[in-house]
């Protein structure tokens, strides 16, 4: 940083405060700065008005007590320390003031704390309206925190950066009834990462509920189910990573089952467990070239694993085995069968495993709302889990889900923050019209808008029979490469670029067509509706296939539209952000910030560019941007007539009144009416006025500096010369003597 640049530290952060607008200095490094004294004090909350900020503390702190839920549940807010609870207890307090649904908004990239805040929060929202001596309200309470256990053993793994890495997203409405008691709850999932299914990088696992199954399933369970140890199955040992620290899988697995008991699941457990070992033996089916017929055509290695799926899916081994090595169409009634290569057996099969584990997914969600949904139209609170922005050294189709729909909620906070800036300067009675506030709608636009966004053209080439990665990249380039938001590569490549409002990412165009192609092929579909295990068939029931997209439709012709969506992902993932983003606005929002401190998941240790880059992404800088673009500094009265006043010559403002004082200072500095406005207790300026009565204070300050000066020299040598005038007089007398 070059020394122009440099400034000193105003005094307002030399300590920490609990709520950061009260900085009058507020960049990305004065926020780092406050979080970070907080944190080496274990103070992991902060505020940013009533944003809340939570540095992940990677060990247990004491915070989550029934003592301190007694304390937050009585106090208002702003009244105790930030915490959690104090977010948790004012959408609570709100909810009872308005009747108005709430919903707390929780970001952060990948090990921050999100899901762990998410059930810091259930856990207050049960324990502050706990009543006693109601044992049905208790039981509404106990299966929505046990729906906590299930959805992690199954939409859950451990990754390079968490441990305990939701693979989906999660919006989670609790229910209250008139005199708060939880009536019930109902879960909505968001895009969910099939790919971990079939692979596995280095240091990562499956989903833990494989894990969990295998340690902890008895050994006449394991029999039943063809199970033996994770290093047999080709789904998990492709990492060798089977432990995770501090999990243990057999007791997790008991949990599970327990939670799924509470749940009401009952027979249905098994048939899960049975459903998830025949995936794992799906995936040790291999396949060979047929050298027989001398041709490209796969066959399989052995009918070992054949055998063992067919019977735990209760379907026909020999229909089974042509389902995954040819492909059956039916073109003008007419039925054609094309052998398959390996490497298409390969993807046949795993399609179906994904097919498998994710249509399980859906309906042991969509069971467990059967089970907690209460039929009253009740008001809400609601918590979203979601991924936080995401830019990798490869960015794929993946991340272009997930940074578009935080795009979108991007667009919600800055709205929301803009509103919330609105109705202090309306308080304080100052004419607001003067932001100008920039969005990011454009951006939204170029990749969502009808006819021609990019999801859209991405569905359009998805049903094209010749399309592939390249040709719709060279569409993105041809309807974009002007647009403001969108980056072409100078060079040849196979990349696009977007530029979010947290940074250009670069997204590579490998595997987009695939990935968004959401289908099972349809003989596959066919042979899994043909099964005798009535929970397989109906996993793959037409009437059911769209329960995962049709959860978060309120209304039915909604429904509609979005069944007809839902064939393949960009689309509904563009219907579900849709309604995600309507539902939540119109609820009132709360915003948690999770912040991750460094990558080694260890306490005590801050990695200050990754915290730099979170407070950038997270559009912590964004409140602040919309803040600058109105006045960003506002000091009360008093404060700023302490400040300043010594940049006045004329009188002492000391005896005016706060008003005059404030006019007669801002009139002698020859203050812009365009730099200021007063409101009912604070100056609200912009940052050139304040440079200036800043310099100008210094100026006077060096000038009073300088005349102290002369008057402590000038009385320093009076007085020497008085001790030496005394010295010679006194010499004289002797002299005289
Ligand atoms: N408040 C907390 N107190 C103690 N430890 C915490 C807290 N929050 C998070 N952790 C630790 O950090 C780990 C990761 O947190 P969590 O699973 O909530 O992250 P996440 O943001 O949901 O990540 P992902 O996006 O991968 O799902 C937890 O398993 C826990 O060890
Ligand atoms: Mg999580």
């Known amino acids: 940083v070059k020394n122009d640049k440099l400034r000193a530290m105003s005094n307002s952060s030399i300590e920490d405060v609990d709520d950061m607008i009260t900085l009058q200095e507020l960049h990305e490094g004065s926020l780092f700065h406050n979080l970070y004294m907080r944190y080496e004090k274990d103070l992991i909350y902060t505020y940013t008005g009533n944003i809340l900020v939570s540095v992940n503390p990677y060990k247990s702190l004491p915070l989550y007590t029934i003592d301190l839920v007694r304390e937050y549940k009585g106090a208002a807010f702003g009244e105790l320390p930030p915490h959690i609870f104090a977010i948790a207890n004012e959408t609570l307090s709100c909810l009872r003031k308005t009747g108005e649904n709430q919903c707390v908004v929780i970001s952060g990239e990948s090990g921050a704390g999100k899901t762990e805040s998410t059930k810091v929060i259930l856990h207050y929202l049960a324990s502050a309206t706990q009543k006693t001596g109601e044992s049905d309200s208790n039981l509404v309470q106990d299966q929505i925190l046990d729906a906590s256990p299930i959805l992690e053993a199954f939409g859950n793994a451990k990754t390079v950066r968490n441990d305990n890495s939701s693979r989906f997203g999660k919006f989670m409405e609790i229910q209250f009834s008139f005199d708060e008691t939880i009536k019930g709850g109902e879960i909505y999932k968001l895009h969910y990462m099939f790919i971990i299914i079939i692979k596995q990088s280095p240091n990562e696992r499956n989903y833990h509920i494989f894990y969990h199954l295998l340690a902890g399933a008895t050994d006449s369970e394991k029999a039943k189910w063809y199970l033996t140890q994770p290093e047999d199955y080709h789904y998990l040992n492709q990492s060798d990573c089977y432990k995770v620290q501090d999990m243990d899988d057999a007791q997790c697995y008991k949990i599970t089952k327990d939670a799924m008991k509470t749940l009401k699941f009952g027979e249905k457990i098994d048939v899960i467990m049975q459903i998830l070992a025949s995936v794992l033996n799906l995936g040790n089916i291999n396949f060979v070239v047929n050298e027989e017929e001398e041709s490209e055509n796969a066959i399989i290695k052995s009918d070992e694993y054949l055998n063992i799926v067919a019977e735990l899916l209760g379907i026909d081994k020999e229909n089974l085995r042509s389902s995954l090595t040819t492909r059956t169409t039916v073109t003008r009634g007419e039925k054609f069968v094309t052998p398959l290569t390996v490497e298409q057996a390969v993807d046949s099969r795993d399609a179906l495993a994904k097919a498998l584990y994710g249509r399980m997914f859906s309906h042991i969600v969509k069971y467990i709302n059967d089970t907690v949904k209460s039929d009253e139209n009740l008001s809400f609170i609601g918590v979203l889990d979601i991924f936080g922005f995401e830019d990798f050294d490869v960015n794929s189709f993946e991340q272009f889900s997930i940074n578009y ?84 590569p100078k060079t040849l490549s196979s990349t696009f670029g977007i530029k979010h409002y947290a940074g250009v990412v670069t997204y590579t165009i ?32 037409l009437s059911e296939e769209f329960t995962d997209y049709v959860g978060t439709v309120k209304g039915n012709d909604l429904l509609s539209a979005t069944k007809k969506m839902a064939n393949s992902s960009s689309s509904s993932l563009n219907t579900l952000k849709g309604e995600l983003i309507l539902t939540l606005s119109q609820c009132n929002p709360f915003f948690i910030r999770c912040i991750k401190p460094n990558k080694e998941k260890k306490p005590k240790l801050v990695d200050r560019e990754l915290v730099m880059s979170q407070l950038r992404y997270s559009g912590m800088l964004e409140t602040i941007r919309i803040r600058s673009a109105g006045y960003t500094i506002r000091i009360l009265y008093n404060d700023f007539i302490s400040r300043y006043k010594i940049c006045v010559n004329s009188s002492d403002v000391s005896f005016l009144k706060e008003k005059e004082a404030v006019a007669t200072i801002l009139k002698e500095v020859n203050a812009s009416k365009e730099h200021y406005q007063c409101g009912k207790t604070k100056v609200f300026m912009k940052t050139e006025l304040e440079n200036k009565l800043e310099s100008l204070r210094e100026k006077k300050l060096s000038i009073f500096i300088c005349k102290i000066q002369s008057v402590i020299r000038m009385f320093l040598t009076r007085k020497r010369y008085i001790h030496r005038k005394v010295l010679i007089s006194k010499l004289e007398e002797c002299k005289l003597q």
Not at 514 to 540: C, H, I, P, Y
């Open 510 to 541: 490998d595997g987009f067509l695939e990935k968004n192609k959401d289908t099972l092929r349809a003989d596959l579909m066919e042979l899994m509706q043909g099964s005798s295990v009535e929970l397989v068939s109906s996993l793959f029931d």
């Open 405 to 488: 729909a935080n795009e979108r909620l991007q667009y919600f906070f800055n709205h929301h923050i803009f509103k919330l800036e609105q109705e202090e300067y309306d308080r304080e009675e100052i004419n607001w019209k003067t932001i100008e506030f920039v969005d990011n709608q454009a951006c939204i636009d170029m990749i969502s808008k009808k006819p021609l966004g990019l999801i859209f053209l991405l569905d359009e080439e998805s049903n094209f029979p010749k399309a592939t990665d390249k040709t719709l990249l060279e569409k993105f380039h041809s309807q974009y490469s002007k647009h403001p938001f969108y980056v072409k």
